[in-house]
């Protein structure tokens, strides 16, 4: 009976003046039942056909909602656009998790457990949790061959325009818990991402080739960047972001195998940053072509951070090969402003700039960085970096070229 209800469920595509749930559509959400595929004797998918009748309803406004006090269990989805309606709400009352097991996902065909593509003014918000259960991926004990090589990204959106991302618990991804690429005019707000400090590639947010993006009033807790803005990224603003444990808020890495990387119009204020392995960071491989510039830090506080400002133009992670090479991304107009708190390591400002291209318009301003060491001063070292700057300590008039 209750089988034939919920096949009824299936069939009946049920909308309420543009309001879809997922329950309508079978699915359980109980925890263990996947939600990808309660109604898959009808070729029925609960959150794959709710998204197509949300996606083809014409709106105006037209929503999603996954209900409070449930778990879904859903594997990899796109939820491909353009859609009909004007505007797409997904509001994630309850919590979706992914299959727990590497070697039980059906397909990593985009890279990502859940893909919105396409879509176009989407918002998605609504107090839920996102859980990747990433543990297994970050452990290198995964005894079967899994289906995706390369850890899924939890939360994907590619070329989008409009994006409002807000409210939402993001746990453990298998690896980057959001990624935007090809985004414009898009706000992500009051989010709370949080994976153990020691789970590999976990950055909280990755922003490619996306333009004019809001990035604010967030928590990041996280094993790798708590954002980092890789190739492509230009007018984008982060402010009030609480980061760490993570690797800080970083430009790149940028450059690698050659790789003609552009970034520009960075503006990040307000932040802090805890325990974290880097603050403000600028990373790029030998050898890569294009540029970042016009960069700004400012309002940056420092609790016991091993690199709180830094260039390193020779990025090279452990267990890679790095040659010297000729050519370097050149990094210019880079402006650090009201920084304060503590180093966890003595060389508190490290510009490292490439041998081959030098750093130019690094300009520092009221920087007052000590050491968690008492009694033991920080210091600035600069490598081929030009600049000037005032009330910063440690003092980096003398290491900067003129
Ligand atoms: C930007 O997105 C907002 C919705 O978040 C929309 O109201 C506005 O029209 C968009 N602006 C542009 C230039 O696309
Ligand atoms: C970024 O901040 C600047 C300065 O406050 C503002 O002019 C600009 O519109 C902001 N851009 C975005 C994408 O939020
Ligand atoms: C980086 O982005 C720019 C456009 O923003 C593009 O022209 C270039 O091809 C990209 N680089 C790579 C390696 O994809
Ligand atoms: C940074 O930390 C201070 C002190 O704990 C706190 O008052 C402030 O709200 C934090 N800033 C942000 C952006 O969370
Ligand atoms: C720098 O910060 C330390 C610790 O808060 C403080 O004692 C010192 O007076 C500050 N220096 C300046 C120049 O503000
Ligand atoms: C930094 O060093 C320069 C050159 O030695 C000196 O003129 C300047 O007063 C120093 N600034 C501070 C804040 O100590």
Redesign the pocket.
């Known amino acids: 009976m209750l089988l034939l209800i919920s096949l009824l469920l299936c069939l009946l595509h049920y909308s309420h003046g543009g309001a879809y749930n997922v329950m309508y559509y079978g699915a359980k959400g109980d925890g263990k039942t996947d939600d990808t595929k309660v109604c898959d004797h009808n070729e029925h998918i609960a959150f794959e056909e709710a998204w197509q009748e949300l996606c083809n309803d014409v709106g105006p406004k037209s929503r999603l909602t996954i209900p409070l006090g449930k778990t879904f269990l859903v594997g990899p989805i796109n939820y491909q656009g353009p859609c009909k309606s004007p505007s797409i709400h997904v509001r994630i009352l309850g919590t979706i998790i992914a299959p727990d097991n590497p070697s039980s996902w059906s397909s990593c065909e985009t890279g990502a457990w859940l893909m919105f593509s396409d879509v176009n003014n989407l918002i998605v918000d609504g107090g839920g949790t996102i859980d990747g259960r990433g543990s297994a991926w970050w452990t290198k004990s995964i005894t079967e061959e899994p289906k995706c090589i390369i850890p899924p990204t939890a939360l994907h959106f590619e070329n989008c325009n409009g994006l409002r991302l807000r409210q939402l618990n993001h746990r453990d991804s298998p690896r980057n818990h959001i990624g935007l690429s090809r985004c414009s005019n898009s706000t992500l707000s009051n989010l709370d991402i949080a994976a153990p400090a020691n789970s590999p590639n976990t950055d909280g947010i990755d922003v490619s080739l996306s333009t ?3 990035i604010h009033d967030s928590v990041i807790k996280t094993g790798d960047d708590c954002i980092a803005l890789i190739n492509g990224s230009s ?3 982060i402010t009030s972001i609480n980061c760490g444990p993570g690797h800080g808020i970083s430009i790149g890495s940028l450059g690698i195998n050659g790789e003609y990387d552009i970034v520009e119009g960075i ?1 990040v204020r307000n932040c802090n940053f805890t325990g974290t392995q880097n603050g403000a960071r600028i990373k790029t491989w030998q050898g890569g072509n294009g540029y970042a510039r016009d960069i700004t830090f400012e309002q940056i506080t420092l609790h016991n951070v091993n690199n709180p400002i830094l260039i390193d133009q020779y990025y090279c992670p452990s267990g890679n090969n790095c040659p010297t090479k000729e050519s370097a991304v050149k990094i210019s107009d880079i402006s650090y402003k009201f920084f304060q708190g503590t180093s966890s390591s003595r060389t508190a400002i490290n510009f490292d700039c490439s041998n081959k291209v030098a750093c130019s318009g690094i300009s520092l301003d009221q920087i007052n960085i000590t050491s968690t060491v008492t009694g033991e001063a920080t210091i600035a070292r600069c490598n081929n970096a030009y600049g000037a700057s005032s009330s910063t300590e440690p003092n980096t008039s003398t290491c900067l070229l003129h």
């Open positions: 004019y993006i809001h007018q984008i603003n503006y």
